[in-house]
Structure formats: structure tokens, C-alpha cells
């Protein structure tokens, strides 16, 4: 059994989701519930093969050698049954870095990028922050789940002729695993109108629920009409370590990913992701079990709390990623109001659903990588502050 039961002090290690809180709720004793990384501490293979590194004491300039990409290749193959080539694979210090490079390479100013939001949002700024023109194909909010707007997908395609669709697969923060007829019917449209896909699939390896993560090139047909985005970031609390993959099976796409790259980064990784990354993928498999199993818990814990005590506030059907987004627009207050009532009433820090973009209004989201016990007593603050607003 591994330890998500104990609560990490990360106070003073420069976590930003412990330090960017204001002042006064800090020092009231918030609890964090934002930016996407665990409480939890890494797996202990992991843990001892940073600490084995960084015995070595000799820090030097580190490349993704084979034995890099054989630990990524194999937990891709076992997981995931996808075989990227080593010659299509790029390291970037981040997926956000590589979706910007992404929309640099393989798109021209003013191009249309499709976005489904609401939805993280580096996806916008990617497109923006590049002069790229957004356009939107907001997800679809069902009998309490989302599902994404197939005929205004195709309808924007006809209409706007976009030259890329940055895919959330799972989808943060809606928490859905797109299921592989849906990520078939999706590649049908692009590849019908020319719409190059980046599959940003950093949130893969946390499926609860009955989610049965389906990577993008796997789709028959879309191999190379697409670039699929992975770290080990989220699926073993790594994201300080600054690594990602991307994979580019087309050589035409190839290329010009290349000199974007040529210009703006290196062949170097950091000496500790790859050590971390190695031993995650070879060592990390049962710790990773546990914690998805934690996670799905942690999410029937949330339902339950709000079916009985806060029925006015539902929780979105989710069977990926650790983030919960629900759904508070009963309480009708304006978004300054709800984040207000959250931080300074219950001193819980969440991720406000407006900065998701189209869609995210009056939606919460609440990241469940926290013991069970953290979590229980936020949902206790949260309720005392929801029913005090009603009374
Ligand atoms: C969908 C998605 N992509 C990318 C990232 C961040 O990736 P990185 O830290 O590798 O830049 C996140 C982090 O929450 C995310 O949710």
C-alpha cells in the first residue's frame, strides 16, 4: 500500500498553489484546491531515483537517450497500445511550451485554431499570444456530462477553414475520457477538411470511472494527421521537473515542428526528469493504480457530499484526470461574488470556471489529488459558507 493518507508541509518550497493565495486567507489557514499537481509525494521508485541522481552530484547536460525513450515507449505500447517511432518524438520543457511551438509550426499568422472550451486555458493564450485567430466549438453540456458539438465542429470547418483543432484528451477541466468512436467521428471532420490535430494528452494515465483512454494516432487513419502530447508530469506529480514528449509521425510536420524547435529550444532535458521518468515508467505502474483508485474515491466522496448535503451544486460525470468541475450556476452569483464566497468565506482556493473560457461561468474546479481527510474538510467549509450565503 502506498501513502495518500499523510499531508505533505509544502509550505516554503515555492508550490504555487500554497504561495499565490492573498494574504489574509493564507495566514486563515486556506485550503488549495487549484493548479493541477498532487499533494501526495511521487511514487517511492521515483522518489529514490531522483535521490540516486542526485547522489552522482555531477549535473551535466542530459539528452532523452534510449533508455529515456524505451521507458517511454514501453509504457506507451503496454498502456496505451500506441508505438511512437524515436525519430518523432521531441522533448519540450512542458506541453504548454510545445503547443505554442505547435501552433507556430504549423500554422501562419491569422489561421484559424479550433479550441472546445471551456477548457484549459493556455489553450487560447497558445493561439492568441501567436496572432493565430481563435475559434471556439464549445463542449456540450448533456444530462450531466459534456460530449463535444460534432455538426458545429463541421460547420466551423466549412465556414472558417481552421488549420488545427487543439485537442484536451481527457479533458481538463470537464473530466471527460473521450471515447474512441467520439475521437474516430472528430477525425473524420478534420481530416475531411484538413484540420491537423494536437492531441494534448498529459491527463492519459488518470482514468477512473470505466474511462478507457484511447490515444489520438492510435484512430485508424489519424496517425499523421496528428501530434500527441505526453509527460509524466500529472501521472506521477513531476510537473516541477519541466519535461514532455511530443510525437510527430508525419515527416513534412516533422520538419517544420524542427525548426521551430531549431530556433527556440535544445536537445537537452533535465538531468532529473530523466532519471524521474525512467524509473516512473519501469517502476511506477502499482503507486499509479493506487492513486487512480484514491482519485476515484475521492470523486464518489465529493458526489455523495453534494447529493446529500449540497444538492444545489452537481458535480459533472467525470472518468478522467484528477479534477472535478462542478457545476454551481444554481447559486446565481456573478463569478467576483462565487470566488469571493469560496476564499473568503470557506478559505478554499479553486480554480474559477470563467478563466476556462466560453462555458466555464458559474462552474468550480476542484482538484482532487488530496487525502481524503483535506477533502472532507474543505467540503465541511464549504458547505458552512454555501448555506450562510442561503440563510
Ligand atoms: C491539459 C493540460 N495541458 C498541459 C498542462 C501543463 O503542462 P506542462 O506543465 O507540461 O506545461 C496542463 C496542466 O494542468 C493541462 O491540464
Known amino acids: 500500500m502506498y501513502d495518500f493518507e499523510s499531508i505533505v508541509d509544502r509550505v516554503k518550497t515555492g508550490a504555487i498553489k500554497h504561495d499565490m493565495a492573498p494574504e489574509p486567507v493564507k495566514s486563515a489557514g486556506f485550503i488549495p484546491l487549484t493548479i493541477a499537481d498532487m499533494e501526495f509525494k511521487t511514487a517511492p521508485a521515483v522518489q529514490a531515483a531522483v535521490m540516486k541522481a542526485a547522489e552522482h552530484g555531477v549535473y551535466g547536460y542530459t539528452y532523452a537517450d534510449d533508455a529515456y525513450f ?10 496505451h497500445n500506441y508505438s511512437p517511432e524515436q525519430e518523432s518524438m521531441f522533448n519540450t520543457a512542458g506541453v504548454v511550451t510545445a503547443l505554442g511551438m505547435a501552433v507556430r509550426a504549423f500554422t501562419a499568422e491569422g489561421d484559424g485554431v ?6 484549459y486555458p493556455p489553450f487560447r493564450f497558445a493561439v492568441r499570444n501567436n496572432g493565430r485567430t481563435l475559434l471556439e466549438n464549445p463542449l456540450v453540456l448533456k444530462d ?12 466551423l470547418c466549412k465556414e472558417k477553414a481552421p488549420k488545427l483543432l487543439i485537442l484536451c484528451s481527457p479533458h481538463n477541466p470537464v473530466g471527460r475520457v473521450w471515447t474512441a468512436q467520439e475521437l474516430a467521428r472528430l477525425g473524420e471532420i478534420c481530416v475531411k477538411y484538413g484540420v491537423f490535430v494536437i492531441a494534448d494528452e498529459i491527463h492519459a494515465d488518470i482514468v477512473h470511472h470505466g474511462g478507457k483512454h484511447t490515444v489520438f494516432a492510435t484512430i485508424d487513419g489519424m496517425a499523421e494527421h496528428c501530434a500527441v502530447c505526453t509527460a509524466v508530469s500529472k501521472t506521477f506529480n513531476l510537473a516541477g521537473l519541466s519535461c514532455s514528449n511530443i510525437f510527430i509521425a508525419d515527416k513534412k510536420r516533422q520538419e517544420a515542428f524542427q525548426k521551430v524547435f531549431m530556433r527556440e529550444s535544445s536537445e537537452i532535458i533535465p538531468y532529473f526528469a530523466r532519471a524521474a521518468t525512467i524509473a516512473a515508467y519501469n517502476e511506477g505502474e502499482a503507486w499509479l493504480s493506487q492513486f487512480s483508485a484514491m482519485v476515484g474515491r475521492n470523486f464518489d466522496v465529493l458526489d455523495a457530499f453534494l447529493k446529500e448535503r449540497l444538492p444545489m451544486l452537481k458535480l459533472i460525470e467525470a472518468q478522467g484526470t484528477y479534477l472535478a468541475w462542478v457545476d454551481m450556476r444554481s447559486l446565481a452569483l456573478s463569478d467576483e461574488a462565487l470566488e469571493k464566497l469560496m476564499l473568503e468565506k470557506a478559505f478554499l482556493a479553486l480554480d474559477e470556471g470563467y478563466i476556462f ?3 466555464g461561468s458559474g462552474f468550480e474546479r476542484i482538484n482532487l489529488a488530496l487525502p481524503q481527510v483535506e477533502l472532507e474538510r474543505a467540503l465541511l467549509r464549504m458547505e458552512q459558507a454555501v448555506r450562510g450565503m442561503i440563510s
Do not use: K, L
Not at 70 to 79: D, G, K, L
Not at 114 to 119: A, R, T
Open 70 to 79: 524505451s521507458a517511454v515507449r514501453a509504457w506507451m505500447e503496454r498502456r
Open 114 to 119: 479550433v479550441i472546445q472550451p471551456p477548457v
Open 144 to 155: 450531466g456530462h459534456y460530449e463535444m458539438d460534432f455538426s458545429g465542429f463541421e460547420t
Open 357 to 359: 473560457g466560453t462555458g
